[in-house]
């Protein structure tokens, strides 16, 4: 039978994204709808271990829907990776009659959820919460879809420059080991090409295109760049090799890391942090653990943080083809 849930934790973990404060309010707010207590941790994992935790209540998470970053704070916690730091946790966990948790993150939050249920039998809950929707098992991570709408009103200022001065930009995303935010802004912007990690371009592929882009009268371009894209160990070399094989372009780089992390959620990721949290609490009341909540086909489900872990989010073959077609 299972355990009786009378009280839910809720933390933050890893890089904070924008949906998380819409997830935290959920939670809070389906755990009063239930009847449950629900207890804010703060400082991720570390809080746990710290004992650094608040009981929060309907009212405690007004006008929070709208924010960016989380209320909670995120912290990476490297005393948690240790069997003696986990202890703590869980002994804080127990001592505050904290019953099961909800943690929203990327994989690495995750991963110490997962190893956290295996050694005490402890009831988690993942909800998705990372810009570059890396994650298995859901179409949206929170986060991304605000995102890509930061990164492609970026673009279209930077165009503005790049077509008053006839430039060639190279624009730096997130995405060290995933392409998503750089192919589906690189589309919506209109950008010239678009390199991912994915799909190895290559140098001499890259000048051409930009050759064949001068030719056809274009009098600047635009590259989107995943950070993690593997043609050169990074955007400035990309534009030292552009410069001396392409005189003719003038070069600028334009790196816009954390701002794509900030600002106010999309009602996208307003709306999907509020299914998640929904979904995440009930599943618990329903004696389910070790999940991850994500969406599939526009429906909320469940897939096991071992695979949510462990598999990895592909590219969009079609879009790799729209991209292609696009820039021609």
Same mark, same amino acid.
Request: proline share 2%; charged share 25%; glycine share 12%.
């Given at each position: 039978?299972?355990?009786?849930?009378?009280?839910?934790?809720?933390?933050?973990?890893?890089?904070?994204?924008?949906?998380?404060?819409?997830?935290?309010?959920?939670?809070?707010?389906?755990?009063?709808?239930?009847?449950?207590?629900?207890?804010?941790?703060?400082?991720?994992?570390?809080?746990?271990?710290?004992?650094?935790?608040?009981?929060?209540?309907?009212?405690?998470?007004?006008?929070?829907?709208?924010?960016?970053?989380?209320?909670?704070?995120?912290?990476?916690?490297?005393?948690?990776?240790?069997?003696?730091?986990?202890?703590?946790?869980?002994?804080?966990?127990?001592?505050?009659?904290?019953?099961?948790? %909800? +943690?929203?993150?990327? #994989?690495?939050?995750?991963?110490? &959820?997962?190893?956290? !249920?295996?050694? *005490?039998?402890?009831? @988690? =809950?993942?909800?998705?919460?990372?810009?570059?929707?890396?994650?298995?098992?859901?179409?949206?991570?929170?986060?991304?879809?605000?995102?890509?709408?930061? %990164? +492609?009103?970026?673009? #279209?200022?930077?165009?503005?420059? &790049?077509?008053?001065? !006839?430039?060639? *930009?190279?624009?730096? @995303? =997130?995405?060290?080991?995933?392409?998503?935010?750089?192919?589906?802004?690189?589309?919506?912007?209109?950008?010239?090409?678009?390199?991912?990690?994915?799909?190895?371009?290559?140098?001499?592929?890259?000048?051409?295109?930009?050759?064949?882009?001068?030719?056809?009268?274009?009098?600047?371009?635009?590259?989107?760049?995943?950070?993690?894209?593997?043609?050169?160990?990074?955007?400035?070399?990309?534009?030292?090799?552009?410069?001396e094989n392409l005189p003719e372009y003038d070069v600028r780089v334009s790196v816009l890391g954390h701002m794509q992390r900030g600002g106010s959620p999309s009602c996208f990721d307003r709306v999907l942090a509020s299914r998640l949290g929904v979904?995440?609490?009930?599943?618990?009341?329903?004696?389910?653990?070790?999940?991850?909540?994500?969406?599939?086909?526009?429906?909320?489900?469940?897939?096991?943080?071992?695979?949510?872990?462990?598999?990895?989010?592909?590219?969009?073959?079609?879009?790799?083809?729209?991209?292609?077609?696009?820039?021609?």
């Open positions: 039978m299972s355990k009786i849930i009378k009280k839910i934790g809720v933390l933050t973990s890893g890089g904070d994204s924008p949906g998380m404060n819409a997830a935290i309010r959920s939670v809070v707010r389906t755990c009063a709808y239930h009847n449950v207590e629900c207890i804010g941790i703060y400082r991720g994992y570390q809080g746990m271990i710290e004992g650094d935790f608040k009981e929060m209540g309907p009212r405690s998470v007004n006008n929070i829907v709208n924010k960016g970053g989380t209320i909670l704070k995120s912290a990476r916690s490297m005393d948690f990776k240790t069997p003696d730091g986990r202890k703590r946790a869980h002994e804080n966990l127990v001592n505050a009659g904290i019953d099961a948790l %909800v +943690v929203i993150g990327g #994989d690495g939050t995750f991963t110490g &959820a997962e190893i956290f !249920n295996n050694e *005490f039998g402890y009831p @988690v =809950m993942g909800i998705p919460g990372t810009i570059d929707n890396d994650i298995f098992g859901t179409s949206h991570t929170l986060g991304y879809d605000t995102a890509l709408n930061t %990164v +492609v009103e970026a673009i #279209d200022k930077i165009r503005d420059t &790049a077509s008053s001065h !006839n430039r060639l *930009f190279f624009v730096e @995303v =997130m995405g060290r080991d995933a392409g998503h935010i750089a192919l589906n802004a690189g589309i919506g912007a209109g950008a010239e090409e678009i390199l991912i990690p994915e799909e190895d371009l290559g140098l001499e592929r890259l000048l051409e295109s930009l050759q064949k882009s001068k030719a056809s009268g274009k009098s600047s371009s635009i590259v989107v760049v995943s950070e993690g894209d593997k043609i050169g160990k990074n955007v400035f070399e990309l534009k030292e090799y552009v410069e979904k995440a609490v009930e599943s618990i009341l329903e004696g389910k653990s070790n999940f991850m909540v994500g969406l599939y086909q526009d429906k909320v489900a469940l897939t096991p943080l071992e695979q949510a872990i462990k598999g990895s989010s592909k590219i969009d073959e079609e879009l790799l083809r729209v991209s292609d077609i696009m820039t021609t």
